[in-house]
């Protein structure tokens, strides 16, 4: 008999809500998962209408609390086996930790939470409770990601000298919060948001594209944020210098004010050996450059290991992930479905009882989300002192 779909329930995502939509449709993308109920919004019966409202039936709850202290008496088959966080950044703590502690595992929307102290206590409840817990960092999910974290990391490209990551945004260019527009009102809030805005919303992605493909750490970092719009409360504009954990250095930054960039996330590795480049607008490639040589595109589905640079022993799982040739776009949903894929892989492991692996090599972990809020409380400080060099805390 076919093993039965993954039930999983919403903590938001009602009344116009972005991110919610990419996530409800990688989840039902392989047809191994559904959503099957949500809590959608703040206030209850608003929250009940809009889960009476959506695309196919679920069951709605008038909040996460509810949909968490209910699930432990619901039958077997309609228990949840694991929560997706798609509220502001101030309610992720709250659900994260309700769950973990209901013993249901946790798809947790970036940043992980708004401090380092509720950071600590998110990663400390994972690893007690041993619960499944994934930070929603997309744009790992991309083929091309994978295929670069190999280049990078079998040392094909030599040493790391110099890491540039950048995620630039022209949307929050005016002061777009006044007029009440949703996603920007929390964002530009220091209570809602964190620390830094620019930086907590799109810098976290930089950071985690580099330290996933490079392996690298950040061990110290100048930074300077500037908001930039005037009345804004946090940065709009993200500049961090950074030490590498190698001897290395990178420049990590995030803007918000960059007009006519729209979700222009790049990551450039300059190796000893060659330099790498991606986009993430144009996904489905990665450029490869090696001095006094031709350059090399590698499209998702048209690799051959064994060309002369890609060795022949390249791992076969790696090249046979890609599901649709090459020419037939992945994008965005496809990177999203990949998380949630690998997700529910150690979730059913979990449930079967045996040991899973959440250690950051297919979606990023607790920990990786942990360090996301590290470097964001880092790079404050540091532009509090004006840039100076300011050392990030040790790992948990
Ligand atoms: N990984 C990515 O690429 C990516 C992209 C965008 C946003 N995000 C993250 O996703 C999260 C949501 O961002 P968004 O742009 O979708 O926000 P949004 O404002 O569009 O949606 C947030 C939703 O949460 C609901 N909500 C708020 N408080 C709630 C509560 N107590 N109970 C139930 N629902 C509640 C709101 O009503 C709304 O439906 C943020 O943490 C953001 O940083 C990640």
């Known amino acids: 008999m076919s093993k039965r779909p993954l039930n999983v329930g919403l903590v938001g995502g009602g009344k116009g809500a972005f991110i919610v939509q990419p996530h409800q449709k990688a989840i039902h993308f ?59 950044n101030h309610v992720h703590y709250d659900p994260a930790m309700k769950a973990i502690k209901a013993g249901i595992a946790v798809f947790c929307e970036k940043p992980l939470c708004l401090n380092l102290k509720q950071a600590n206590d998110i990663v400390k409840t994972v690893r007690k409770h041993n619960v ?58 220091p209570k809602l948001a964190g620390g830094s805005g620019c930086g907590g919303d799109i810098g976290t992605h930089a950071l985690m594209q580099l330290r996933y493909v490079t392996g690298l750490d950040v061990t110290k970092v100048s930074a300077q944020l500037e908001p930039f719009v005037e009345g804004r409360p946090l940065d709009a504009h993200f500049t961090v210098y950074c030490q590498l954990s190698n001897g290395g250095k990178a420049l990590v930054r995030a803007s918000q004010i960059s007009i006519g960039h729209k979700n222009d996330l ?29 350059d090399r595109v590698y499209w998702r589905g048209a690799v051959t290991p064994g060309d002369g640079f890609l060795p022949k022993d390249a791992p076969a799982d790696l090249m046979a992930e890609p599901t649709i040739p090459s020419g037939h776009p992945e994008a965005f949903h496809d990177a999203y479905a990949r998380l949630h894929r690998c997700f529910e892989a150690d979730v059913r492991k979990w449930k079967a009882g045996e040991a899973f692996q959440s250690d950051g090599s297919k979606y990023a972990n607790v920990e990786d989300g942990w360090t996301g809020i ?14 100076a060099w300011t050392a990030m805390p040790k790992s948990i």
Do not use: C
């Not at 409202?53 to 228990?79: F, H, R, T, V």
């Not at 470097?375 to 840039?387: A, C, N, P, R």
């Open 30 to 88: 392989d047809g191994t998962r559904r959503v099957t109920a949500a809590a959608l919004f703040p206030d209850p019966k608003v929250a009940l209408e809009e889960a009476a409202n959506w695309p196919y039936p679920i069951k709605g709850y008038g909040s996460y609390d509810e949909m968490i202290a209910g699930n432990a008496s619901l039958p077997d088959d309609q228990k949840l086996d694991y929560v997706v966080i798609v509220t502001p």
């Open 132 to 189: 499944p817990f994934g930070v929603a960092h997309t744009y790992l999910g991309h083929w091309t990601t994978r295929v670069s974290r190999y280049i990078i990391r079998a040392g094909l490209l030599g040493e790391v000298r110099w890491v540039d990551s950048s995620y630039l945004q022209g949307w929050l260019a005016t002061k777009l919060e006044a007029t009440g527009q949703m996603q920007a009102a929390w964002r530009t809030n």
């Open 266 to 294: 790049a990551l450039e590795v300059a190796g000893t050996k060659g330099t790498l480049r991606w986009r993430q607008e144009e996904p489905e490639s990665v450029t490869i450059h090696l001095a006094n040589q031709p």
């Open 374 to 387: 590290a470097f964001i409380e880092t790079s404050v400080k540091s532009s509090q002192k004006k840039g």
